[in-house]
């Protein structure tokens, strides 16, 4: 099975299940991921999952995807939401359609949380629902996916 989906974690989301629960869940990362790939696997769609507290491997991980043809890109940037031009401009170049997933609710925290690099260039934004943002975004995705072929 080709891996047609890249999911991308950003930095910090691998301390998730003991970093601040009430804000961002008491899930693990490998819990979301095992919800993700059996998705996946009922859906027949493969997926690649990757989480990286580096910006550099991010980027490098988005080339790469461009160059094997993953076909669309579920991302939770994490701060860099808010810093990185560099990631912008990566998911720019490469031109893999996209969602943007947060599981807080990015707007009604903190003044400098609000404004995303992403956000505009995203086919969706999910925000504040937890866990649960990640398989909805994968569901849609999934479609997106069925609905081109």
Known sequence: MDKEILILHGPNLNLLGSREPSIYGSKKLTDINSKLVAIGKENNIGLDIFQSNSEA???ETLHKASVEGVKYLIINPAAFTHTSVALR?????????????????????EPFRKKSFFSDLADGVICGLGDFGYSMALLYAIDKLKSRN
Do not use: T, Y
């Not at 401009?89 to 925290?109: C, M, Q, T, W, Y």
């Open 89 to 109: 401009d990566a998911i720019g170049a490469v031109k893999i359609p996209f969602i943007e997933v947060h599981l807080s609710n990015i707007h009604a925290r």
């Open 57 to 59: 491997e991010l980027i």
